[in-house]
T-cell receptor, first 106, second 123 residues
Framework: SYELTQPPSVSVSPGQTASIPCSGDKLGDKYASWYQQRPGQSPKLVIY???KRPSGIPERFSGSNSGNTATLTISETQAIDQADYYC?????????FGGGTKLTVL | DVQLVESGGGLVPPGGSLRLSCAAS????????MNWVRQAPGKGLEWVANIRQDGIETHFVDSLKGRFTISRDNNKRSLYLQMHSLRVDDTALYYC??????FGTGRDGFDLWGQGTMVTVSS
């Protein structure tokens, strides 16, 4: 099975930039998606096809993907961004999620 | 409203079976690949399976092949997950999720999620 690895936690100060990496074998050759999950809520798509934002997602959210690492970047981080974030990709026809990263806005 | 509503979860003993349903509304259900994703209590997301628009092509995570089946009824705008030989480690909140691309390949992001239905496997 295809494995995606994320750090368990990332901390950031309000107004600063948070970067959450996701690593996997030749991940750059695949499309990566990112999801935000707040406590008690269903996941929400924030980035798809590496760099695209769904309608309604603030421009503060951006993505990149190259080599073995995809990265979710949140600029001007706000308290409402505190949540769990999951990367996701497809190994041919089988889906895989990263283990998730808890973003704390201190 | 565009939404997905799961149902069918509950408490089941080890070795038992359960059928989950997901009712879609507010969009053309038959245009989209559909997925099941689960989340064990306090744990991360795990992709379970998906099914093509016409219901003919399906894919599963390797660990669940043979115990779970996925199906859909486009006339009823519904997605199903039939689970057999349930184990304690199948305990999770089960979400249905829509692939974002209409007439897509089924390998995009999931842009619409239900609220989930809880499955608890315990004696």
């Amino acid at each position: 099975s295809y494995e995606l690895t994320q750090p368990p936690s990332v901390s950031v100060s309000p107004g600063q930039t948070a970067s959450i990496p996701c690593s996997g074998d030749k991940l750059g050759d695949k499309y990566a998606s990112w999801y935000q999950q707040r406590p008690g809520q269903s996941p929400k798509l924030v980035i798809y096809q590496d760099v695209k934002r769904p309608s309604g997602i603030p421009e503060r959210f951006s993505g990149s993907n190259s080599g073995n690492t995809a990265t979710l970047t949140i600029s001007e981080t706000q308290a409402i961004d505190q949540a769990d974030y999951y990367c996701q990709a497809w190994d041919t026809t089988i889906g895989a999620f990263g283990g998730g990263t808890k973003l704390t806005v201190l | 409203d565009v939404q997905l509503v799961e149902s069918g979860g509950g408490l089941v003993p080890p070795g038992g079976s359960l059928r989950l349903s997901c009712a879609a509304s507010g969009f053309t259900f038959s245009d989209y690949w559909m997925n099941w994703v689960r989340q064990a209590p306090g744990k991360g997301l795990e992709w379970v399976a998906n099914i093509r628009q016409d219901g003919i092509e399906t894919h599963f995570v390797d660990s669940l092949k043979g115990r779970f089946t996925i199906s859909r009824d486009n006339n009823k705008r519904s997605l199903y997950l039939q689970m057999h030989s349930l184990r304690v480690d199948d305990t999770a909140l089960y979400y249905c999720a829509r692939d974002r691309a209409t007439f897509g390949t089924g390998r995009d992001g999931f842009d619409l999620w239900g609220q989930g239905t809880m499955v608890t496997v315990s004696s």
